[in-house]
């Protein structure tokens, strides 16, 4: 990818269970943003944590950011068959006057009712 | 949240044609959209930034004679392969920042369109 990877590549677990999924990245940041991508569509937002916050939470989201390793978690909580989705950590690269926004390599989750 | 549209969803076109693809902000002006591509089973790489009233900015790599970026107007921009070919087969999206308000950092995305080059 163009900013970094993701760990699991895939990642399939039971309803109820939680998931972890990791993200790298390699240039500085102002923010690190978790996306949604349902198969064949746009992808949807779900949490920004800022360079300066090391923890953030959102109903059953919970992302981390450690900007000494450039990595961050999500973790999804009670997981739901609905949560089935590909997710992407995105980083943005500030150059003159716009950001530039970067995905990394994304982890499909697969929640098994 | 702000809406961004995107037409078509698919396409089917023939070797050395091309594909206009456009991307709508519905319910806000976005002088700055942006344009992935997306290959199968992996992320989204970016290839250009599109600018209202001026040039595109393209990423390492991609060719801006291949893909050619118009941003008219502060709700539309397009993305035309040119001279399609069957590796330019991939799933193209849009996206954009509203930069109303408190969500002025996260993109909101098109549903992507899908060109595939016979």
């Known amino acids: 990818s163009q900013q970094g990877e993701e760990d699991p590549q895939a990642l399939s677990i039971q309803e109820g269970e939680n998931a972890t999924m990791n993200c790298s990245y390699k240039t500085s940041i102002n923010n690190l943003q978790w996306y949604r991508q349902n198969s064949g569509r746009g992808l949807v937002h779900l949490i920004l944590?800022?360079?300066?916050?090391r923890e953030k939470h959102s109903g059953r989201l919970r992302v981390t950011l450690d900007t000494s390793k450039k990595s961050s978690s999500l973790l999804i909580t009670a997981s739901r068959a609905a949560d089935t989705a590909s997710y992407f950590c995105a980083t943005d690269a500030r150059l003159y006057n716009f950001n530039k926004f970067y995905f990394g390599s994304g982890t499909k989750l697969n929640v098994k009712p | 949240g702000a809406v961004v549209s995107q037409h078509p969803s698919r396409v089917i076109c023939k070797s050395g044609t091309s594909v206009k693809i456009e991307c709508r902000s519905l319910?806000?002006?976005?002088?700055?959209m942006f344009w992935y591509r997306q290959f199968p089973k992996q992320s989204l790489m970016l290839m250009a930034t599109?600018?209202?009233?001026?040039?595109?900015?393209?990423e390492q790599g991609v060719e801006k004679d291949k893909f050619l970026i118009n941003h008219a107007s502060l709700t539309l921009s397009t993305l035309t392969v040119t001279s399609a070919h069957p590796e330019d087969s991939s799933f193209y999206i849009c996206?954009?920042?509203?930069?109303?308000?408190?969500?002025?950092?996260?993109?909101?995305f098109g549903s992507g369109t899908q060109l595939s080059v016979l």
């Open positions: 319910d806000f002006q976005a002088t700055t």
């Open positions: 599109s600018n209202e009233g001026s040039k595109a900015t393209y």
């Open positions: 944590i800022r360079s300066n916050e």
């Open positions: 996206s954009a920042r509203d930069l109303r308000g408190q969500g002025r950092e996260k993109l909101f």
